[in-house]
């Protein structure tokens, strides 16, 4: 495969040669157009013989190697003037779709620094891993390739401009080509020590379904509904499981702005002897018990990167929050008068059937942490901790037959409580 190549450029050369062999001739028939491509043509062949030259070195230095290896002693001129170019000190590579897309980068040219030689004329200039160089000297830059080039135009001495694109900013440097300096071993061998500044991606968001372990203080909560005939403990006062789900997308230096929505609902049902005002006693009368629980907010978190595959966050929820109960009376043998309500408007169902109703709403805030582990690119478990602070403005809400009525004994109702959270993560 090198051969080829090597053939294919060495004849664009002989092409080129021609080409300039019969330069002053055609300058005198064309026009600027044609001159201008007539000058691309010779710009892409001057490039060619580079490659060549390059790709012939290499192959000389592959020969000798084999001939090292043989224990065959024989030199092989060395046509490389790498010691005499300028250098960066840099690791280049083309910018792919993704790494583009998590660094927030919004165009179509550019060149990504994979790795920056400590000591080197990049690193003096300020330049880092992970940073984009968008222009050399003025000129745009396309590709690895064509920086590659831009840099060999240079001479030892000469300061250029880089302008180059970092955490979401463009930003401008200068670089002067210093002689690079080498170190020898004792071996003899030519080696450049360096370390390069690593930066981690925080990654670009994702969703998924969220369990949450959830301890709201509900002691005073069931004893109201043990006074309805309820069990002591209708709702777990060390914990209930609220289910939901959520997502999040970064918008910029390590910020994640995104939404979520957990709840819990319960069913219970028990059985009461129901007293009229006149004394009488209809027993086994049914009461259904239907209780829920929800919160959802706004989500705004502050990633850190720990390592490639774990991230850590800061951040909070701030939304609002729903508890109500609804406690519906039944019986199938007689006619039950319920609170005295005859008025006729009220409807003859009521004969039957009562239900009371209790809600209160909330501002909350909930303060958390996180950490992630991926296990695939598209995949990961986290783990989240926090507390939800509530505020009721309102008040609770209580009717019964879907009247306003005044609750006895009210109880003090909150959401304030430890939500830990841990389940996959779909995204990163």
Do not use: C
Not at 119 to 136: E, V
């Amino acid at each position: 495969m090198k051969k080829m190549k090597i053939f294919t450029l060495a004849l664009m050369i002989i092409l080129g040669m021609s080409l300039f062999a019969q330069d002053a001739e055609i300058e005198k028939d064309i026009s600027v157009d044609e001159q201008e491509e007539y000058q691309d043509a010779q710009q892409e062949v001057q490039e060619a013989m580079e490659d060549v030259q390059e790709e012939i070195q290499e192959a000389m230095e592959d020969a000798q190697e084999a001939l090292n290896e043989a224990n065959i002693n024989i030199t092989l001129p060395n046509t490389s003037t790498e010691t005499n170019r300028p250098k960066m000190g840099v690791f280049l590579e083309n910018l792919d779709f993704q790494s583009a897309y998590e660094m927030h980068y919004d165009y179509n040219y550019g060149v990504l620094l994979s790795g920056v030689v400590r000591g080197g004329n990049a690193y003096k200039a300020g330049l880092m891993k992970g940073d984009i160089i968008m222009a050399f000297d003025g000129t745009k830059v396309r590709h690895k390739e064509h920086l590659t080039r831009l840099i060999r135009k240079q001479a030892i001495g000469n300061t250029v401009t880089i302008k180059y694109f970092r955490d979401e900013h463009i930003y401008e440097t200068t670089l002067t080509f210093a002689a690079p300096k080498e170190e020898k071993t004792a071996e003899g061998m030519i080696t450049e020590k360096f370390k390069t500044r690593k930066r981690i991606s925080v990654g670009y968001g994702g969703g998924s379904w969220i369990p949450v372990w959830y301890n709201p203080d509900v002691e005073e909560l069931n004893v109201a509904l043990a006074n309805l005939g309820f069990a002591d403990e209708v709702i777990p006062e060390d914990g209930i499981l609220l289910q939901g789900g959520g997502g999040k997308g970064n918008v910029g230096h390590g910020w994640f702005i995104g939404g979520m929505g957990v709840g819990y609902k319960n069913n219970k049902t028990t059985k009461v002897d129901w007293t009229l005002d006149d004394g009488t006693i209809i027993p086994d009368v049914s009461r259904k018990l239907t209780y829920g629980m929800n919160y959802w907010g706004v989500t705004l978190d502050k990633r850190y990167a720990i390592s490639k595959k774990f991230v850590t966050s800061l951040g909070f929820a701030l939304g609002g929050g729903k508890e109500w109960l609804k406690v519906k009376q039944n019986a199938d043998n007689g006619n039950i008068p319920n609170f005295d309500f005859n008025d006729p408007q009220f409807g003859t169902n009521y004969d039957y059937t009562s239900t009371l109703k209790m809600k209160q709403t909330f501002v909350i805030f909930q303060p958390k942490a996180m950490v992630m582990y991926h296990f695939l690119d598209w995949l990961g478990l986290r783990l989240e901790a926090g507390y939800v602070a509530s505020y009721a403005p309102y008040g609770l809400k209580v009717t019964q037959n879907g009247e306003k009525v005044d609750f006895v004994n009210e109880p003090d109702i909150d959401m304030n409580g430890f939500t830990v959270s841990i389940g996959p993560w779909f995204g990163f």
